[in-house]
């Protein structure tokens, strides 16, 4: 391939995913999902230093705890990054503020719709408002309520997922959302897939699962080790037995604990059914069963009864590698498809 096929193809990526980059203030509009337990200063603070914008993954921590992991992170990077806040948190307000007080650029505001309060102060406080949809008709709403930028997340991502792939949430919403910039996520593991959807009219990406298994990222070897070794196949959302006892589909690698669930599922079913528990007792039971798994598997390496969180690009991790290499494997990827194509032509 010729150097200069290679310089154009670089160049017109650039002016491909230039919106996202302006609205990031980054290099390559990538982002780092917010993978609660993973994505703290250390991992945050190297993907926005390798060019990329690092999010923090607020999850259940306190205000005092985030304004901690903000810090430790403007320590190790000048570059910016976003703070990941979930909706239901009960100390939300008090969340948007450290984020404010820290002059955090960038606040995404997930696992609901955002409440009219938090919408009003992230704007009022001067920083980017971003927001999940997962149909074109709330991303509508969310953008008129205040929204800057919105992330589209397909099925195939790991963690909580909704029912919709990214294949058909992309096609539904890029070409009819054009207000503000859309970065799209969910099972993207190559740099020619995140060129597909800019040319669809993304303003960029966001990527977890080939970041949680970085030499930064502080999950334990183990758990690192069982995405090398994983098949995208191997990424499976769990399994609701019986509708009486609703389970929010996550994605995760099966193991033992996935097989323990669903017998503690039956257990609590029968249980419910033999008038042993009530509905909600029995509900309770079945939510309680991962509570602190994924810390057990993130951090104590039990990927056997933990939690081990994946999305379906787990298949394309094929060895442990520094973030900057793996965002440079990305670009690489898909300059080399644009520079490909032009030679063809």
Same mark, same amino acid.
């Given at each position: 391939?010729?150097?200069?096929?290679?310089?154009?193809?670089?160049?017109?990526?650039? *002016?491909?995913?230039? *919106?996202?980059?302006?609205?990031?203030?980054?290099?390559?509009?990538?982002?780092?999902?917010?993978?609660?337990?993973?994505?703290?200063?250390?991992?945050?603070?190297?993907?926005?230093? /390798?060019?990329?914008?690092?999010?923090?993954?607020?999850?259940?921590?306190? %205000? /005092?705890?985030?304004?901690? =992991?903000?810090?430790?992170?403007?320590?190790? !990077?000048?570059?910016? &990054?976003?703070? $990941?806040?979930?909706?239901?948190?009960?100390?939300?307000?008090?969340?948007? *503020?450290?984020?404010?007080?820290?002059?955090?650029?960038?606040?995404?505001?997930?696992?609901?719709?955002? %409440?009219?309060?938090?919408?009003?102060?992230?704007?009022?406080?001067?920083?980017?408002?971003?927001? &999940?949809?997962?149909?074109?008709?709330?991303?509508?709403?969310?953008?008129? #309520?205040?929204?800057?930028?919105?992330?589209?997340?397909?099925?195939?991502?790991?963690?909580?997922?909704?029912?919709?792939?990214?294949?058909?949430?992309?096609?539904?919403?890029?070409?009819?959302? *054009?207000?503000?910039?859309?970065?799209?996520?969910?099972?993207?593991?190559?740099?020619? /897939?995140?060129?597909?959807?800019?040319?669809?009219?993304?303003?960029?990406? =966001?990527?977890? !699962?080939? &970041?949680?298994?970085?030499?930064?990222?502080?999950?334990?070897?183990?758990?690192?080790?069982? &995405?090398?070794?994983? $098949?995208?196949?191997?990424?499976?959302? #769990?399994?609701?037995?019986?509708?009486?006892?609703?389970?929010? %589909?996550?994605?995760?690698?099966?193991?033992?604990?996935?097989?323990?669930?669903?017998?503690? =599922?039956?257990?609590?079913?029968?249980?419910?059914?033999?008038?042993?528990?009530?509905?909600?007792?029995? =509900?309770?039971?079945?939510?309680?069963?991962? /509570?602190?798994?994924?810390?057990?598997?993130?951090?104590?390496?039990?990927?056997?009864?933990?939690?081990?969180?994946?999305? +379906? #690009?787990?298949?394309?991790?094929? #060895?442990? +590698? %520094?973030?900057?290499?793996?965002?440079?494997?990305?670009?690489?990827?898909?300059?080399?498809?644009?520079?490909?194509?032009?030679?063809?032509?």
């Amino acid at each position: 391939m010729q150097p200069e096929s290679l310089t154009a193809a670089r160049a017109q990526l650039d *002016r491909l995913w230039s *919106r996202g980059t302006a609205f990031l203030g980054c290099e390559y509009a990538i982002l780092g999902g917010a993978m609660s337990w993973v994505s703290e200063k250390h991992l945050v603070s190297a993907i926005s230093n /390798a060019g990329g914008f690092g999010v923090i993954a607020c999850g259940a921590m306190s %205000p /005092a705890q985030l304004a901690e =992991q903000i810090a430790g992170t403007q320590a190790l !990077t000048a570059k910016p &990054f976003g703070v $990941n806040l979930i909706t239901m948190h009960p100390e939300l307000t008090d969340l948007v *503020r450290v984020c404010l007080e820290a002059k955090v650029s960038h606040i995404v505001l997930a696992g609901g719709i955002p %409440p009219g309060p938090a919408v009003k102060a992230v704007k009022d406080g001067g920083a980017k408002l971003i927001a &999940f949809a997962p149909a074109l008709s709330l991303a509508k709403r969310l953008v008129r #309520s205040g929204a800057d930028a919105i992330v589209i997340e397909g099925s195939e991502a790991g963690g909580h997922i909704g029912p919709v792939s990214l294949t058909v949430l992309a096609q539904e919403i890029l070409p009819h959302l *054009r207000e503000v910039p859309v970065f799209v996520a969910g099972g993207l593991g190559r740099g020619e /897939a995140i060129l597909s959807y800019l040319e669809m009219g993304a303003s960029g990406a =966001q990527l977890g !699962t080939r &970041f949680a298994a970085s030499a930064e990222s502080i999950a334990h070897e183990k758990f690192k080790k069982f &995405f090398v070794h994983a $098949n995208a196949r191997d990424a499976m959302p #769990s399994v609701e037995l019986d509708p009486r006892l609703p389970v929010i %589909p996550v994605r995760g690698l099966v193991n033992d604990g996935t097989k323990k669930f669903m017998a503690h =599922q039956a257990e609590t079913r029968d249980k419910f059914l033999a008038g042993e528990v009530t509905k909600e007792e029995a =509900q309770l039971l079945v939510e309680r069963f991962w /509570a602190g798994a994924l810390r057990r598997a993130v951090i104590d390496g039990d990927i056997e009864t933990g939690s081990v969180m994946a999305g +379906q #690009s787990v298949g394309m991790v094929t #060895s442990i +590698q %520094p973030v900057a290499e793996i965002i440079q494997e990305l670009i690489g990827q898909a300059v080399a498809a644009l520079a490909a194509r032009a030679e063809r032509i």
